[in-house]
């Protein structure tokens, strides 16, 4: 699995996360936030330091906190995550429902 393949999954998993649980995710000032800086990290540094944000309990009701670092890494990085996103949501239309037959 490539690197941003990682990264546009757990991109997708905390956005569902934030809408089950109702937040507004437009709500919140992704540009002028503070956010770690993870051009001299390594990609699993990066990942590791976003994890955090998931486990800590500290930022478990703030789901757009977990995206904010992803937009900051992807920035960094200069990957597009939207384009990521993108391509995945076309690969999983190409592929059988739960990866099987649907036969059921």
Not at 10 to 36: H, V
Not at 53 to 80: G, K, M
């Amino acid at each position: 699995m490539e690197k941003q393949e990682s990264i546009d999954d757990l991109f997708q998993m905390a956005k569902d996360l934030a809408g089950l649980r109702g937040y507004d995710l437009d709500s919140f000032d992704y540009e002028g936030s503070d956010t770690e800086d993870y051009s001299d990290m390594t990609f699993t540094e990066s990942m590791f330091r976003i994890c955090v944000y998931v486990t800590d309990n500290f930022y478990r009701d703030e789901p757009f906190i977990l995206l904010n670092e992803i937009f900051a890494f992807c920035r960094d990085r200069n990957i597009d995550i939207f384009w990521h996103i993108k391509q995945k949501m076309k690969y999983n239309e190409l592929r059988p429902y739960k990866h099987g037959d649907k036969s059921y």
